[in-house]
C-alpha cells in the first residue's frame, strides 16, 4: 500500500465529517423513503439532495474513482422537480420523483452526459435517445446526477479483466479496504451507493457484474430475470444475458428502482413482451413483508460455501442459514447442481463461443444506431485501442476478447452448439434441481453462482452478509427462476431486516 494513498484515505475521511446537511436533515445514508417525507414535511429540496451528492463526489472521488461524469444539468432538473413538486396536489408524486440517480457508464444518455463503457473510443459519441431504462426513470421524475466507472466494455476486452478500472474511469477502489478489488463491472455504481455519492445507482449484468460489486461494497444488488428491464440504449455484450438492475444500500430502494425501471420497451421488444408476464400487478413493494422468509423453501448448493472451518465467513453464514431456519425457511442442504463443474469452467461450457460472436453481432447492432460516433465497427475499436496504447493500458490489458470476437462469423453451427449446451445445462442444472426440490431459491456467496444464473436468464438479489477479517464485504446471494422476483424479494427483504449487516464504509488501508 503507497503511502500518499494512506495519506489521501484519512484527508478525505476527515473531511466527510465537515459535509453538510440541510436543514437538520440528515442526507448521507438517507433512503428513498426517508428523502420523500424530507420533501413532503419541507426539510429537504431535491436541489439540496443534489448539491450534497455533488459535493460528496468531489471530495471522494479522487479516491474511490467511482463517478465517470457528472451532470451539468442535475441543480437545473432537480430545481424543476421542486417546482413540480410545489406544483403538484400532494400524493402525485411517484417515489423517485427528485432523486438522484447514478447511472453505469454503458447506459446511454441523450443529454450533455458522454455514454462510454469507461473508454475512450466511444467519447465524443451521441445516443440517438436515451436508453429505455432512462426513459422510465426520468417519467419517474428522477434526476440523473451522472455517469458511473465500471470496467471498460464490462469487462470483456480481455481475459486478464480490468478489475474496476477504466481509461477513462482510472481505478475504482473498495471504500471498505481501499487495496481490496472492489469488482466489475458495475463497479462505480456499487461504490457510489455504498459511499453515498448517490441516492440510487444502476448497474448492468452478462454474468456477475451486478452481484459482485454489490457483494464486496456491501450493498443490495438487483440482477433481474433477462428481458424485465429494457436492454435498449446499453452498450451490449449479448441479448441472451444482459440485464439492468439497481445497486442500493437497501432492498427497500432497490426495489423502488426495480418497479421504476421494468417493463416493455419497443426497442427491445421481444425479450421485454415476454417478460413482462412476470410483471406483477401492483409491482414490487407489496413483497417487502417482514416474514418473508417464512415457509420459503431455500436450497444450499454443494460447492459453493467451501471455506476452512475458523474463518469469518464460515462462522457468518453458518449464523445466516441459522437464522433462515429461524425466520420459518425450510433449508435444505448438500444439494448437486448438475454438471457444477462444467458450468462454472466460463472457457469449455459454451459461454465464451457464444459470448464472443453475440458480442460483435450486437455491438456492431449497437454503434451504427448512435447518431454520431467516432468509432462504428469492433474492428474500428480494436483499431482505436491499438493506436492508443498507452491511454487503453493495451500492455497491461490487451483486447484479445476483442480479437477473438472479431475473427467470428455470426451464429454457425459451432455457436449454436454452444447456445444449446448453455440451454441445456441450465435446464439439467438449476432449472431440474430448484422443480426437483420445489424450491424458492438457492442461497450462494458473492456472486459465485452467477454463471448458474447467467445462462439460463434467470434473476438474483445479492444482500450484505458479513465483513471478513480484514474488512472486505462479502454477500448472500438468493437464486432463482425466471420471474421469481417476488419471492427473491420477499427473502432478501426478511433477511436483510433480521440481520442489518450493512455499516457505512471504514476507509480501511
Ligand atoms: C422531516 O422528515 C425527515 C425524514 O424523516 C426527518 O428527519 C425530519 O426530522 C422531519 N422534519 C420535520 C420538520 O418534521
Ligand atoms: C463529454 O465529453 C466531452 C469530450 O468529448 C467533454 O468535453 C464533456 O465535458 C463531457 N461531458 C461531461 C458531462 O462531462
Ligand atoms: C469442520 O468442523 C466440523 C465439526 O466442527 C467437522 O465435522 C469438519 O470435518 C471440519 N471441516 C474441516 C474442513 O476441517
Ligand atoms: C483469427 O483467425 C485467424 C485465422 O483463422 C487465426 O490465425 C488467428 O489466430 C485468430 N485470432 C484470434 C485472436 O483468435
Ligand atoms: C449434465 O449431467 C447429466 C447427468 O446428471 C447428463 O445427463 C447431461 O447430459 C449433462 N448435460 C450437459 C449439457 O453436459
Ligand atoms: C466472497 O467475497 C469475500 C470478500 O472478497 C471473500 O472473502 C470470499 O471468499 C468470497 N466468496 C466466494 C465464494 O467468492
Redesign the pocket.
Known amino acids: 500500500m503507497p503511502q500518499p494513498l494512506l495519506a489521501v484515505a484519512a484527508a478525505l475521511v476527515l473531511l466527510l465529517f465537515a459535509a453538510a446537511a440541510a436543514h437538520g436533515f440528515e442526507i448521507e445514508e438517507a433512503t428513498v423513503a426517508s428523502i420523500q417525507l424530507g420533501f413532503h414535511n419541507g426539510s429537504l429540496t431535491s436541489v439540496e439532495l443534489v448539491r450534497f451528492y455533488l459535493d460528496r463526489i468531489s471530495r471522494l472521488n479522487p479516491l474511490l474513482h467511482a463517478v465517470i461524469e457528472v451532470n451539468p444539468d442535475a441543480l437545473r432538473h432537480a430545481a424543476r422537480a421542486d417546482a413540480e413538486r410545489r406544483s403538484s396536489s400532494s400524493g402525485k408524486c411517484g417515489a423517485l420523483h427528485g432523486v438522484p440517480v447514478l447511472l453505469k457508464d454503458n447506459i446511454a444518455t441523450r443529454d450533455a452526459l458522454n455514454t462510454t463503457a469507461g473508454s475512450f473510443a466511444l467519447l465524443g459519441s451521441v445516443a440517438r435517445r436515451d436508453a429505455g431504462v432512462v426513459r422510465r426513470l426520468r417519467r419517474a421524475g428522477a434526476v440523473v446526477l451522472g455517469k458511473a466507472n465500471m470496467d471498460e466494455w464490462a469487462n470483456f476486452r480481455s481475459l486478464a479483466g480490468t478489475d474496476g478500472w477504466s481509461a477513462r474511469g482510472g481505478q475504482a477502489r473498495n471504500p471498505y479496504v481501499l487495496s481490496a478489488s472492489p469488482c466489475g463491472s458495475s463497479t462505480g455504481s456499487a461504490i457510489a451507493a455504498a459511499a453515498s455519492m448517490a441516492a440510487v445507482t444502476v448497474g448492468t449484468e452478462t454474468d456477475g457484474s451486478i452481484l459482485c460489486p454489490a457483494s464486496l461494497n456491501s450493498v443490495v444488488g438487483i440482477k433481474p430475470t433477462v428481458g424485465l428491464t429494457s436492454r435498449a440504449g446499453v452498450v451490449p455484450i449479448t441479448p441472451r444475458q444482459d440485464t439492468v438492475g439497481p445497486i442500493c444500500r437497501t432492498v427497500t430502494d432497490a426495489v423502488l428502482v426495480l418497479d421504476a425501471i421494468v417493463g416493455y420497451d419497443a426497442l427491445d421488444a421481444a425479450a421485454t413482451s415476454t417478460a413482462s408476464k412476470y410483471i406483477p400487478d401492483g409491482g414490487y413493494t407489496q413483497f417487502l413483508k417482514k416474514e418473508g422468509l417464512n415457509g420459503k423453501r431455500i436450497g444450499i448448493p454443494n460447492g459453493f460455501f467451501s471455506y476452512a472451518n475458523g474463518t469469518v465467513q464460515h462462522t457468518v453464514y453458518q449464523q445466516h442459514i441459522d437464522t433462515m431456519r429461524k425466520q420459518g425457511a425450510i433449508v435444505i442442504e448438500d444439494l448437486d447442481i448438475a454438471n457444477l463443474s462444467v458450468i462454472l469452467d466460463s472457457l469449455n461450457n459454451g459461454q465464451e463461443i457464444a459470448l464472443a460472436a453475440e458480442f460483435k453481432l450486437s455491438l456492431n447492432a449497437y454503434l451504427p444506431g448512435l447518431s454520431y460516433s467516432p468509432v462504428r465497427t469492433l474492428a474500428e475499436i480494436i483499431a482505436f485501442n491499438d493506436a492508443h496504447p498507452v491511454e487503453e493500458k493495451m500492455k497491461e490489458i490487451g483486447q ?1 476478447i476483442f ?2 470476437a472479431e ?1 467470428t462469423t455470426g451464429i454457425g453451427a459451432i455457436e449454436k452448439a454452444a447456445i444449446s449446451q448453455l440451454n441445456k445445462l441450465s435446464a439439467d442444472g438449476l432449472e431440474k434441481l430448484m422443480r426437483e426440490h420445489e424450491l424458492d431459491a438457492v442461497v450462494t456467496p458473492n456472486d459465485s453462482a452467477s454463471s448458474v444464473l447467467a445462462m439460463g436468464g434467470m434473476p438474483a438479489i445479492t444482500v450484505p452478509g458479513g465483513y471478513g477479517k480484514l474488512g472486505v464485504p462479502f454477500g448472500v446471494s438468493f437464486g432463482g427462476l425466471k420471474g421469481y422476483e417476488p419471492r427473491l424479494i420477499e427473502m432478501a427483504y426478511a433477511f436483510e431486516q433480521v440481520t442489518m449487516v450493512r455499516k457505512t464504509p471504514t476507509f480501511l488501508p
Request: net charge neutral; aromatic share 0%; charged share 0%.
Open positions: 484479445i480479437l477473438v475473427n
